[in-house]
């Protein structure tokens, strides 16, 4: 405890660390654009002397190379005046918002919503009504059969009887080898499925 006390004198990186300074904000209008200390030189140096095509792109000659990295920091030191001159990175608050936040893009995952809870209220029927004319699947949209909805919707209740009767079994001290059977309830699947008939041959 008295070592974390001194943490100011001994490891003053330490310090920093935990009172949240492990981040890195670089337009200061836009607090949720942090990013951690490791990936700034990406965001800065990186971005400012970034090619199209990158390196492969820009040249393949090594002479060309070599004095494209050799004046690298001049020229992004003055690109990145140009861009605080311009208030690209700057002020500017403009530039700094999140995309997700603008009005035009809340009104159009708003009328989105409302389009989607229209579509199931009115023109589907509603999978997650409280009492649902019938049983749907969601992903295809097939209405079950009443074999289909009986079993699927007494599933559970149909699993318990069988435990209990192979706990049962159990407790008696007979049938310990013999076979679980399946219950075989119908689901979705069994709706599309078809049935192919077998036809004999005549040999002449």
């Known amino acids: 405890m008295q070592q974390m006390t001194q943490l100011h004198e001994t490891c003053p990186s330490v310090r920093h660390f935990n009172q949240g300074y492990f981040s890195v904000q670089l337009r200061p209008g836009n607090p949720f654009a942090r990013i951690a200390v490791d990936q700034t030189t990406e965001e ?6 970034q090619t199209a095509g990158g390196t492969r792109g820009f040249s393949l000659r090594q002479g060309a190379v070599s004095q494209y990295y050799l004046t690298a920091d001049n020229r992004a030191a003055a690109l990145r005046q140009l861009r605080e001159t311009i208030l690209v990175n700057g002020s500017d608050t403009s530039h700094a918002k999140h995309p997700d936040l603008s009005t035009s893009r809340i009104k159009r995952d708003e009328s989105g919503v409302t389009a989607i809870c229209d579509l ?8 997650f009504a409280d009492d ?5 699947s969601i992903s295809t949209g097939a ?3 009443e074999d289909v909805s009986n079993d699927l ?9 069988a435990y209990q009767s192979f706990q049962k079994r159990l407790k008696e001290g007979t049938g310990f080898y013999d076979t ?6 119908k689901t979705f699947g069994k709706i599309k499925q078809k049935v192919v008939k077998a036809t004999k041959r005549r040999s002449s």
């Open 153 to 161: 919707l007494n599933a559970l209740q149909k699993g318990e009887a």
């Open 44 to 49: 800065t140096v990186n971005k400012d002397t």
């Open 120 to 127: 199931l209220e009115n023109d589907w029927t509603n999978p």
């Open 180 to 185: 679980v059977k399946k219950l075989n309830l």
């Open 143 to 145: 209405a079950a059969r």
């Open 132 to 136: 649902p004319s019938c049983l749907l």
